[in-house]
């Protein structure tokens, strides 16, 4: 696919999380990631963003005579048949029984995938997430992760995956819809063309009062015939069950830093963080800090 939006974002970027949540990532010998399914999260909207703002392009399209009544219509109906699935092409590497030898990689066809998703920030220390994870009942906590090291995910096989902010800003939005709409239109499958943009784009765009989030969204994509690879778990969030998955950290250089958030004794928390760390032999050897934000909680 043409990317018609900014590239896989390389820097830094951060996940909060409370203690729960840090014990579930950093599990004994190994790191694990929760990803939960993109269409049971907490913003009712999700994935449904993009569409108000296609309707907007198509119709501005249309009167500027750039596609025809047919074409908008066509378009505009696209928002009825979206699904929580994805066409994807997955790649599968098998590795060379000739020493020396690079791996060889065997394309497949397009697969029908259910998407996951974990959402990280881009600013490190950043109070807002620290408001939002963290209480005077629970204590929050920041990873750091190497973004192109977190890429590497599972050994023997790839999964399409995206990291890419997200997008708030509606005029941008409907530039890029703009763009998707005009690059596609002259094929004989615009539709297809188009409906695969969307797609691809439509978790990657939300509502602007989410702006403060400063989001930067992982995608997965899991074919839905692969029983084999993961075990699809559930968990219970404000009385709603949550499909998630579990996906282990191949590349232990993805993990770069702990920050403790401002809730609690953190001489005493940055000591047990270390602890627990050491008890179950995890094989990150990261720093450690604690928050610059002067707020006692």
Same mark, same amino acid.
């Given at each position: 696919?043409?990317?018609?939006?900014?590239?896989? %974002?390389?820097? &830094? $970027? *951060?996940?909060?999380?409370?203690?729960?949540?840090?014990?579930?990532?950093?599990?004994?010998?190994?790191?694990?990631?929760?990803?939960?399914?993109?269409?049971?999260?907490?913003?009712?909207?999700?994935? #449904?963003?993009?569409?108000?703002?296609?309707?907007?392009?198509?119709?501005?399209?249309? !009167?500027?005579?750039?596609?025809?009544?047919?074409? *908008?219509?066509?378009?505009?109906?696209? #928002?009825? /048949?979206?699904?929580?699935?994805?066409?994807?092409?997955?790649?599968?590497?098998? /590795?060379?029984?000739?020493?020396?030898?690079?791996?060889?990689?065997?394309?497949?066809?397009?697969?029908?995938?259910?998407? *996951?998703?974990?959402?990280?920030?881009?600013?490190?220390?950043?109070?807002?997430?620290?408001?939002?994870?963290?209480?005077?009942? /629970?204590?929050?906590?920041?990873?750091? @992760?190497?973004?192109? +090291?977190?890429?590497?995910? %599972?050994?023997?096989?790839?999964?399409?995956?995206?990291?890419?902010? $997200?997008?708030?800003? &509606?005029?941008?939005?409907?530039?890029?819809?703009?763009?998707?709409?005009?690059?596609?239109?002259?094929?004989?499958?615009?539709?297809?063309? %188009?409906?695969?943009? $969307?797609?691809?784009?439509?978790? @990657?765009?939300? +509502? #602007?009062? @989410?702006?403060?989030?400063?989001?930067?969204?992982?995608?997965?994509?899991?074919?839905? !015939?692969?029983?084999?690879? @993961?075990?699809? #778990?559930?968990?219970?969030?404000?009385?709603? %069950?949550?499909?998630?998955?579990?996906?282990?950290?191949?590349?232990?250089?993805?993990?770069?830093?702990?920050?403790?958030?401002?809730?609690? &004794?953190?001489?005493?928390?940055?000591? !047990?963080?270390?602890?627990?760390? &050491?008890?179950?032999?995890?094989?990150?050897?990261?720093?450690?800090?604690?928050?610059? $934000?002067?707020?006692?909680?």
């Amino acid at each position: 696919m043409i990317n018609f939006h900014t590239p896989q %974002i390389k820097e &830094d $970027i *951060y996940h909060y999380t409370s203690e729960n949540g840090i014990m579930g990532i950093l599990q004994k010998d190994e790191v694990l990631l929760w990803l939960t399914k993109a269409d049971s999260l907490n913003d009712r909207t999700e994935g #449904k963003d993009i569409f108000e703002h296609l309707l907007i392009v198509c119709k501005d399209l249309l !009167n500027n005579k750039q596609i025809t009544q047919e074409q *908008y219509s066509k378009i505009a109906e696209l #928002k009825n /048949k979206s699904t929580t699935t994805f066409p994807v092409i997955c790649i599968e590497s098998i /590795k060379s029984t000739i020493e020396h030898k690079p791996t060889k990689l065997l394309e497949k066809a397009y697969y029908e995938c259910d998407i *996951y998703t974990m959402s990280f920030c881009k600013e490190k220390d950043y109070l807002p997430m620290w408001n939002y994870y963290g209480s005077s009942e /629970k204590q929050g906590y920041c990873l750091h @992760f190497n973004s192109e +090291n977190l890429k590497d995910f %599972i050994e023997g096989k790839v999964y399409w995956t995206e990291i890419k902010e $997200i997008i708030y800003n &509606d005029d941008e939005k409907q530039k890029l819809l703009k763009k998707i709409i005009l690059e596609s239109i002259n094929h004989d499958d615009y539709l297809k063309k %188009i409906s695969l943009y $969307i797609d691809e784009y439509k978790y @990657f765009m939300k +509502n #602007k009062c @989410f702006e403060y989030e400063k989001e930067v969204r992982l995608l997965f994509a899991v074919p839905k !015939n692969d029983n084999d690879t @993961f075990d699809i #778990k559930f968990r219970v969030n404000h009385g709603t %069950i949550i499909p998630y998955i579990e996906v282990p950290i191949t590349n232990i250089l993805a993990i770069t830093g702990i920050t403790i958030g401002p809730f609690a &004794d953190m001489e005493l928390m940055k000591r !047990n963080l270390e602890f627990y760390t &050491d008890s179950i032999k995890s094989a990150i050897t990261t720093k450690i800090e604690e928050t610059k $934000i002067p707020i006692r909680f």
